[in-house]
């Protein structure tokens, strides 16, 4: 089955600092989505993008939905201790939701 | 609460012993889905259900049933568990078409 590539792997960053992760599809998406999974739980869903070229906000998170439909990228400006975790990206068509392979972010005390 | 409810939480099981993993919203959705989530690969959807008697195959439906006899259950059925199939179950639940809430997981050992 189709996985989306998701980059970077993993991330080592200092507080205050902004974060950037990207996922490319060879295939196109109606709905991208990026969720946040924490240790022992499901994944929580962050920010929703529905039309192509659609730039959306929730708090400190700024994601992209790509003109080709195609691909996505996730911004975190400012990072806190409370953003430790994986990050996923998602392309949903119709029923069937794909996930990238994830991005685990450390914050480096 | 709104809430996905996935029973057991932990199992360990042997090969060839047939097992169940419940699946329960509270939130009147028509679509649900199974994934698993394995080191390094993500999440694999294996199968999904648009409404209920509706079910389709995910990325990796092999060595899997679903039912959907009612709207707000969706059991993954395991018929002859294999080493394989250990592995951290997801079942999620949404409004066709719209991001998906997911449970708490389900961790499956298959000796």
């Known amino acids: 089955g189709q996985q989306l590539n998701q980059s970077p792997q993993s991330m080592f960053i200092q507080e205050g600092e902004d974060v950037s992760m990207n996922c490319t599809s060879s295939s196109i998406f109606n709905t991208w989505l990026w969720y946040k999974q924490d240790p022992g739980e499901g994944p929580v869903l962050l920010i929703a993008?529905?039309?192509?070229?659609e730039l959306t906000s929730n708090g400190r998170l700024t994601a992209q939905f790509g003109i080709t439909r195609k691909d996505s990228f996730l911004n975190i400006s400012a990072s806190i201790p409370s953003d430790v975790g994986i990050y996923f990206c998602a392309g949903l068509l119709v029923g069937k939701l794909t996930f990238g392979t994830g991005t685990r972010l450390t914050i480096i005390p | 609460e709104a809430q996905v409810t996935q029973n057991p939480r932990y199992l360990i099981t042997v090969t060839g012993k047939k097992l169940t993993v419940t699946c329960s919203q509270n939130?009147?959705?028509?679509?649900m889905s199974w994934y698993r989530q394995d080191p390094g690969l993500g999440l694999r959807q294996i199968y999904y259900?648009?409404?209920?008697?509706?079910?389709d195959k995910g990325d990796v439906p092999e060595g899997y049933k679903v039912s959907r006899k009612e709207k707000r259950n969706f059991p993954l059925i395991l018929e002859s568990p294999s080493p394989n199939q250990t592995s951290l179950y997801f079942c999620?639940?949404?409004?066709?078409?719209?991001?998906?809430?997911f449970g708490d997981g389900t961790r499956l050992s298959i000796l």
């Open positions: 939130m009147n959705h028509e679509y």
């Open positions: 993008l529905y039309k192509a070229g």
């Open positions: 259900s648009m409404n209920v008697e509706v079910t």
């Open positions: 999620a639940s949404s409004v066709q078409g719209q991001p998906q809430h």
